[in-house]
């Protein structure tokens, strides 16, 4: 199993930045895959950014431009740059992990993103 733990989110102005953390442990070996994923209340869960192991990085098309998902192996620590954000990514930021074998998931317990004047 691996365990998630996010960081980085808070109160930003529409057109500032932030950068959210992901500090991975566990079966780090085992990670395949990692994302970031958003959801507010009442609508369906987003996928923001992933990042698959030898891959290129890809994003949902509502972010493409502005936000850039990134590793750091030595920390095991996923991070997604945000820049020029706006009211509509107000969210909860969840990390995810997929294993080997692409049927076993983690989940962090997400943080709070929310871009206002």
């Known amino acids: 199993q691996v365990q998630l733990v996010e960081s980085g989110g808070g109160l930003v102005q529409p057109g500032g930045s932030l950068r959210l953390s992901c500090a991975a442990s566990g079966s780090i070996s085992s990670i395949t895959q990692m994302g970031w994923y958003r959801q507010v209340p009442g609508k369906e869960r987003e996928m923001v950014a992933l990042i698959i192991r030898g891959g290129t990085p890809i994003y949902a098309d509502s972010v493409k431009g502005r936000f850039t998902i990134s590793r750091d192996g030595a920390k095991n620590t996923v991070y997604l740059q945000m820049n020029s954000l706006k009211p509509d990514d107000t969210a909860v930021y969840y990390c995810?992990?997929?294993?080997?074998?692409?049927?076993?998931?983690?989940w962090g317990q997400g943080t709070q993103v929310t871009v206002s004047s």
């Open positions: 995810n992990s997929v294993r080997l074998g692409g049927y076993n998931t983690d």
